[in-house]
């Protein structure tokens, strides 16, 4: 598969796992005029509150919300609404909420939508299994009979059932995704490291041109980026890997 350089960029979803606005503030500049997502998950979130992502939002970059909403449904319905009126491009919750639970989240895009003609529609995702997953915490912690590879496709399929457009999952599962739940079912793949790369707490991992030839569609990258010498050129190195 042949991309261009911004559909590469586009592809690539920086992790801003940092503590506070201003770790994460120094890492968007540095970055600045690169058209890749930016993922926004829970520590910075919640120490940044949501005037950080509306931040994001005025300077051009695509958003992911990273907060894996998993809760009775009416309340995961009332988050999804509020994430929506944020103006995120894409947010998720857990597969493992069930079937109702998903429902009740694009209900509450609906919502939002509708309170708001100017908002755009985020893709709502749900998370199957987390990339630290192995078999052996799958089988005797969660007590998830069957392959960690079984269980995500069975979240999967769950997900496409309620409505959602797509799920987080390791690239290693992208392909069984796609057949189970076709094409179009868009795969957010964490657990890329460039050739080389320490592969700290994740356990199911692949480089950049390993996840986009097994046809996943974005790749959440953190620290091989956020933690190099210069943030800027790991990410540039990445685009050229893909292109």
């Known amino acids: 598969m042949k991309l261009s350089r911004e559909e590469a960029a586009g592809r690539i979803m920086v992790a801003l ?26 520590q910075l979130f919640y120490a940044a509150s949501p005037g950080f992502v509306i931040g994001l939002k005025e300077r051009g970059y695509k958003v ?10 009416n309340t995961v319905k009332g988050g999804a609404n509020s994430i929506t009126k944020l103006g995120v491009d894409m947010f998720n ?65 769950l997900a ?17 995704i796609k057949a189970a739940c076709g094409a179009d079912f868009r795969t957010i793949t964490p657990g890329i490291r460039p050739a080389g790369a320490d592969p700290n707490d994740q356990s199911r991992i692949m480089t950049p041109r ?23 050129l790991a990410l540039e190195s990445i685009i050229e890997e893909l292109i």
């Open 93 to 157: 919750v857990h597969a493992a909420g069930g079937v109702d639970m998903m429902k009740a989240a694009l209900e509450g895009v609906e919502q939002a939508l509708a309170s708001d003609v100017a908002l755009a529609r985020p893709l709502v995702i749900a998370v199957t299994q987390l990339t630290s997953t192995s078999k052996q915490v799958l089988n005797e912690e969660i007590g998830i009979n069957g392959s960690v590879e079984e269980a995500v496709v069975r979240y999967a399929q």
């Open 17 to 42: 796992d940092y503590p506070d606005a201003a770790a994460a503030e120094a890492l968007v500049n540095s970055l600045e005029g690169i058209p890749c997502y930016m993922k926004v998950g829970m």
């Open 210 to 232: 390993e996840a986009l030839q097994q046809g996943t569609d974005y790749m959440v990258i953190g620290r091989p980026i956020t933690a190099a010498a210069s943030p800027r």
């Open 64 to 73: 992911f919300l990273d907060l894996k909403m998993h809760d009775i449904p």
């Open 160 to 176: 496409k059932q309620a409505g959602l457009g797509g799920v987080v999952a390791s690239p290693q599962e992208v392909q069984r």
